[in-house]
């Protein structure tokens, strides 16, 4: 089966256990589970029981869809998302996004937890995603272009929309919420980073530095879907003295976070939808 049939048969399957058509879709990132209980009126499927859809490696975190609205905006969200690091290939990490084009998403809302390399983050902080560095060594759409899902050389001048960065930047502003912006290092973990790796990530341009979200964001981007991301700080990684990253560590930082993240994601879903 082509990846195009593979991606109708599960849009397929999926309607067929839904009535609403999600106009925008939500990524969740490590620790950011909270963000589920925005969604109003939920329904959920298993990844397990979605044809075509990977399995999930890690124990406990299985996942699942949610679909639902936020203040009445019809939205899908992914709670678990596939990571290059787990094993999969980057047709399997970004076929979830494939499958949200097909079922008429627009507009992609994606979060994750990233280590700060710009000394003047805190843990807690915010940043919106305003560009990205690739640094995956396998790239999602290697291999034979399919027309009908996207070019084969998509423009990336203006990945993450200045609109809804603009946008978030505003009901930020309005909720006291203060968030910074910045760029996004994709890396493929997932061993946290050296201090020298701290730095030379700092050194070529980024402000936070993460395992996930770009492979995503490139797919969205191919699709045609309208992308806006925000990391939530968890840990500091440019420093005199090394500093210990934990996994439990992240999830804590990014636990602390989720309401103020849950409360802007729900707002700007609500203002991009309307
Ligand atoms: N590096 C990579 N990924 C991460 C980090 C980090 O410091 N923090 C959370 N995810």
């Not at 969740?28 to 209980?37: F, N």
């Not at 990233?114 to 805190?122: D, E, L, R």
């Not at 006291?176 to 341009?205: N, S």
Request: glycine share 10%; with cysteine.
């Amino acid at each position: 089966m082509t990846l195009f049939d593979k991606i109708q048969a599960t849009a397929n399957y999926i309607k067929s256990r839904i009535d609403n058509n999600p106009k925008a879709a939500i990524i969740l990132g490590s620790g950011l589970g909270g963000l589920i209980d925005i969604i109003q009126d939920a329904t959920e499927i298993p990844y397990s029981e979605i044809p075509n859809f990977p399995v999930s490696t890690v124990k406990g975190h299985s996942g699942k869809l949610v679909f639902g609205k936020i203040n009445g905006c019809e939205v899908m969200l992914m709670a678990g998302r596939f990571h290059y690091y787990e094993g999969y290939n980057m047709q399997e990490v970004t076929f979830p996004v494939r499958v949200m084009k097909a079922l008429g998403v627009e507009i992609l809302f994606l979060s994750n937890a990233a280590g700060g390399t710009n000394s003047s983050f805190k843990i807690g902080d915010l940043m919106i995603i305003n560009d990205h560095i690739n640094t995956f060594p396998e790239h999602p759409l290697r291999g034979h272009n399919d027309e009908r899902l996207g070019t084969r050389f998509p423009d990336m001048s203006e990945a993450y929309d200045h609109d809804l960065i603009k946008l978030a930047k505003q009901i930020c502003a309005e909720k006291g919420i203060d968030v910074k912006t910045g760029v996004y290092c994709g890396l493929q973990g997932p061993t946290f980073e050296t201090p020298a790796e701290y730095r030379w990530i700092h050194t070529m341009g980024c402000d936070a530095v993460g395992m996930s979200t770009v492979p995503e964001v490139i797919v969205a981007r191919h699709a045609g879907l309208r992308v806006f991301a925000i990391s939530v700080i968890t840990d500091i990684g440019i420093s005199d003295v090394p500093v210990k990253v934990s996994h439990e560590e992240v999830l804590e930082a990014a636990n602390e976070a989720a309401p103020k993240m849950a409360g802007l994601v729900a707002a700007l879903v609500t203002a991009a939808c309307s």
